[in-house]
């Protein structure tokens, strides 16, 4: 099963040897001072400190480093399967074997299916944004699901998690609901294991209202809320409501219907598990499993509410970003209602032949790459089809025309840059030289230290 | 009450991330509102930005005193004793820092205490406030459009008559 995920995985990874940087990301690099940086985006754009910080600190390109740019979406595969990798070994098995699995599982279903693959993974700004805090968050969950339980003290780790839920709150609003939610669910573990930790998980809350505090008391966010009437300001949140429910079902469809390759996945997953006799650490009846798996599917609908409430009319269900973070969520969701529903049956004696495994694995690869809405096949063609690399030879050309200070200037003393042909799918987040991106041009123009520039089509 | 290590790290964790948020706000001056400095900082910023831009697509300014802002220019101008509105004009085509253009938007950006800023289809706007909702009964607006430096120019030669007034002042010299 893991040369089969390691096949799955190899466009993605050969993807990161096309990747270039795109406007926005040149937008996040032309100031110097971290400090500064994060003042000025808290100050004029929103509550985002932490992801400010990201921008501002770990960031290749102000130091004009494009290899490192890079290897980025290589460590954020690493963390999504880390943090799967985490959660497997304390929500399903203490077997490492199994985890692993579980969690290579677990990261070909997710990007399988993730609404917005180079948002995911290879345009630096937004993975800042929607990739890096939703890791973080899994972390949290695992490492404060493990405190809670653990018998043991441990003052560092519970630092960690607490600066971890500052990162998470400063890192991606979105997170708000799923993070309020993990630790209520936390709550309630606590008090049914009467395992003590009060202290700890008041400390915890203690953060989220701190962090939030800094978040919503952003001028950048104040900036763009109206003051409304009662009446108002109530109707503008039940639209924002319904139209996250919306949204967010309107996606869930399209992550389920027709969906082979979850099918074969979920079949897949209920054998491992049942081959590795997993058993879950808590036992809850019929009726409890319900409610939980009804409460974690229900609180993804609301996943989206920060982005619907803030947009306005504007908000859209192809704004397809924004559901990234859902996503991950519902496969993350959709295996743990699986392993609940597995651990009730009594016993699954098919489950247990050792065939199954290699020949379920070999039967969901070729799901991937026969599905043409998955993106490990539009990945694929990226790469067969050499979209990607004419897309990477253009934008390379763009830069070694920026960086050259004797490149030739047309007659009216502009550099001639060109507008992209190749654009693939998995890897273009369409933040490039386009006419209606003309406000990027100054940050462009400030990076390269070029005066003037005009656009032309790529001969 | 006597606490435990363990139990003494949790309230100081707690103090820590207090702490943080305090300081953070402070840093940021942004406790109530956004403090006059902040503001002011920010205005700099985009001011030293755009030094070298000679494509701003439109710069609003409301609200200002435009008396303070074009003295301002006035005085500079008269220390470099320029000749007369013709050269002024001519200064505008140059990328400088000097040129005319810049010491006008310097100025306006010098004067204002708040600033406001739109992203539309046609590009970045922003809107400069001496006296953001206060004192402003009839709010003078200058807009440079286009990126084309004649739509600038012809911005300038609009200005009321200030310039002629100091050619008028450099020719008594």
Not at chain 1, 54 to 70: G, T
Not at chain 1, 294 to 306: E, H, Q, Y
Request: charged share 15%.
């Amino acid at each position: 099963m893991v040369a089969v995920s390691c096949l799955v995985l190899l466009p993605f990874v050969v993807l990161c040897l096309y990747v270039a940087p795109n406007l926005e990301d040149y937008a996040e690099s032309i100031i110097p001072e971290v400090l500064w940086h994060v003042k000025f985006l808290y100050l004029s754009y929103d509550g985002r400190f932490f992801t400010s910080f990201l921008f501002a600190a770990v960031n290749p390109l102000k130091s004009e480093n494009y290899i490192l740019y890079q290897c980025l979406p290589l460590l954020l595969l690493a963390g999504l399967l880390f943090s799967f990798y985490q959660l497997s070994l304390s929500f399903i098995s203490r077997s490492k074997k199994l985890a692993v699995l579980l969690s290579f599982l677990v990261l070909l279903v997710f990007l399988h299916k993730t609404p917005n693959l180079p948002y995911t993974l290879y345009y630096m700004i937004s993975t800042y944004v929607y990739t890096v805090p939703s890791i973080i968050f899994l972390l949290i969950v695992s490492s404060s699901y493990n405190l809670v339980l653990s018998k043991k003290n441990n003052a560092y780790k519970l630092g960690l998690i607490s600066c971890g839920i500052f990162a998470v709150a400063g890192g991606n609003e979105l997170l708000l609901i799923p993070c309020l939610v993990w630790f209520i669910v936390l709550g309630f573990i606590n008090k049914k294991m009467q395992a003590k930790r009060s202290r700890e998980i008041s400390l915890f809350f203690f953060s989220i209202v701190c962090s939030y505090f800094i978040v919503f008391t952003s001028p950048g966010v104040h900036e763009n809320i109206q003051t409304l009437s009662l009446m108002e300001e109530v109707k503008l949140l039940t639209k924002a409501l319904h139209k996250s429910i919306v949204f967010t079902l309107t996606n869930m469809k399209g992550w389920v219907w027709g969906n082979y390759s979850l099918y074969i996945s979920s079949i897949l997953f209920v054998v491992l598990v049942r081959a590795y006799n997993t058993s879950p650490y808590f036992k809850l009846s019929w009726f409890k499993s319900a409610v939980l798996v009804f409460i974690l599917f229900g609180s993804i609908l609301f996943v989206a509410f920060p982005y619907t409430w803030s947009a306005k009319s504007t908000a859209s269900a192809s704004y397809s970003q924004v559901f990234i973070v859902p996503c991950l969520f519902f496969t993350l969701v959709w295996f743990f209602s699986l392993f609940l529903i597995v651990s009730k049956l009594s016993s699954l004696p098919w489950a247990r032949k050792p065939w199954l495994i290699t020949t379920l694995s070999i039967l969901l690869g070729l799901s991937f790459f026969l599905d043409k809405t998955s993106n490990v096949y539009i990945a694929f063609q990226d790469l067969v089809n050499r979209e990607a690399q004419g897309y990477h030879a253009e934008i390379k050309e763009n830069i070694s025309k920026s960086q050259d200070k004797n490149a030739l200037l047309n007659d009216l003393n502009q550099l001639e840059l060109c507008e992209l042909k190749h654009q693939p799918r998995s890897v273009y987040s369409g933040v490039y030289f386009r006419r209606e991106l003309e406000h990027f041009h100054l940050e462009y123009r400030l990076y390269y230290k070029i005066k003037r520039i005009k656009v032309v089509p790529c001969s | 009450m006597q606490l435990n290590n363990y139990q003494r790290s949790i309230y100081l964790i707690g103090l820590a991330l207090f702490i943080f948020t305090f300081l953070f706000k402070y840093y940021t001056g942004t406790f109530l509102t956004i403090s006059k400095e902040s503001g002011k900082e920010m205005i700099s910023f985009e001011i030293n930005k755009r030094k070298n831009d000679i494509s701003i697509k439109s710069l609003k300014a409301s609200c200002l005193n435009y008396q303070d802002v074009f003295n301002g220019i006035l005085l500079d101008f008269k220390r470099n004793d320029l000749p007369c509105n013709q050269l002024l004009y001519n200064e505008i085509l140059t990328s400088s820092m000097d040129s005319a253009y810049y010491k006008f938007i310097e100025k306006m950006y010098e004067h204002a205490n708040f600033y406001e800023k739109e992203i539309t289809d046609t590009g970045r706007i922003l809107y400069l406030y001496q006296n953001k909702n206060e004192d402003c009964v009839e709010p003078a607006i200058i807009t440079f459009v286009d990126t084309e430096e004649e739509s600038l120019i012809e911005s300038i030669q609009n200005l009321p008559n200030y310039l002629e007034c100091y050619c008028v002042l450099s020719k008594k010299k």
